[in-house]
């Protein structure tokens, strides 16, 4: 029982594209017109960041969208995303995986006093097979 749940979502990345029916309602309700974790395969509005682009060296000046890749370096996107909306006045909308046992987690939005809204069941991201088991929420940062 275990090792089929375990091992029934597997990905060879670790950047996983949003569904529409979670970033569509969110646009909407935040005027996001940026995206600075993207692709142009998975690019959410049409001012978007790739990898090439280098993100970091960019400002995030307008209301932003943020689906980070969920990997190490996870932590430095967040504290990105915190210290863009600070600087520039504006509404970030992140993704992320729920890691409230991380010292990020704590810094950036439990003391930062961010709005949290989890998402309920498995996260079905587009181009996978069934959805994601890991608990995911969306935070608001402003």
Not at 16 to 22: G, H, K, N, S, V
Request: glycine share 6%; net charge negative; aromatic share 12%.
């Amino acid at each position: 029982m275990g090792i089929g749940k375990e091992n029934s979502f597997k990905s060879d990345s670790i950047e996983y594209e949003t569904p529409d029916e979670i970033f569509l309602p969110l646009k909407q309700e935040f005027d996001i017109s940026l995206d600075v974790a993207a692709s142009s395969k998975n690019n959410k509005c049409d001012e978007y960041y790739t990898k090439e682009m280098d993100s970091f060296t960019k400002d995030w000046d307008k209301a932003f969208w943020m689906n980070p890749p969920w990997g190490r370096d996870l932590k430095k996107w967040v504290q990105r995303a915190s210290e863009q909306v600070k600087i520039h006045g504006v509404t970030g909308v992140l993704l992320l995986p729920v890691r409230t046992n991380t010292q990020w987690w704590h810094k950036y939005i439990i003391n930062e006093n961010q709005e949290v809204r989890f998402l309920k069941g498995e996260i079905k991201f587009n181009g996978m097979d069934r959805g994601l088991w890991l608990p995911v929420a969306i935070v608001v940062m402003q």
